[in-house]
């Protein structure tokens, strides 16, 4: 893990950044220890911005806490998986009912563009590039839905899930790389057509695939 020098007033939040960052990208591992001494020598602070950064990281269900056992990349149950994916649906249905009703043949192009970078990525088998315009194409949506606190909370959903996420998109087949770039621009084409179900169920699709792509590697639902 290659994480960078910190010397910011605000110490601790770019710990957190950092460690979050690291943790959605993947480098970090779930159920990964996180020794609050030997990142604070990586960093190059103290281990008080650390342990401030594992508190908030672990509000976030990124990092799990336990008493005498320390700090560890929080796991990802079935359940858990379930009770975020079932929010999501609701919440990204809520974002593309908002895009669709600020529709605009700008909206669109962006959207577009990003797509085809995204099918040319998957075509040429840049998993980490396809991935990284996977989260530009869902973050343009947010913003098109012009909520901050619906941004904020579908982010932060998002974010507990991403290095999952990137971990299945990477083993993805070839084809089924491609297939899962193109479902973008189903996204796009049924907002664009109008019909808010249409958006709506597509939208729920596109969070369940990616739902059963993560249950795969996850333990089942807790009885």
């Known amino acids: 893990m290659m994480l960078g020098n910190v010397s910011d007033q605000n110490i601790a939040d770019r710990v957190a950044d950092e460690l979050r960052a690291a943790i959605q990208s993947g480098e970090l591992e779930p159920g990964e220890r996180l020794v609050e001494r030997k990142l604070a020598e990586r960093l190059g602070v103290s281990h008080i911005p650390v342990r401030e950064a ?53 909206s669109e192009a962006k959207l577009r563009r990003i797509v085809a970078s995204m099918i040319e990525a998957a075509e040429r088998g840049e998993g980490d590039r396809m991935f990284a315009l996977d989260r530009k194409f869902h973050e343009q949506l947010w913003e098109l839905a012009e909520h901050h606190l619906l941004m904020d909370m579908t982010s932060q959903l998002r974010g507990r899930i991403n290095g999952f996420l990137r971990a299945t998109n990477n083993a993805l087949e070839p084809a089924d790389r491609i297939a899962h770039a193109q479902a973008h621009a189903e996204i796009i084409d049924a907002i664009a057509s109008g019909d808010l179900e249409l958006a709506r169920s597509t939208m729920a699709k596109h969070v369940e695939i990616a739902a059963a792509r993560i249950r795969i590697g996850v333990a089942p639902p807790s009885a």
């Open 54 to 106: 594992l508190a908030k990281l672990a509000e976030e269900r990124l990092v799990e806490r336990q008493p005498r056992r320390g700090a560890r990349v929080a796991a990802l149950t079935g359940e858990e998986l379930a009770e975020i994916s079932s929010l999501r649906i609701v919440l990204e249905q809520f974002v593309c009912q908002r895009v669709q009703e600020r529709w605009s043949g700008r």
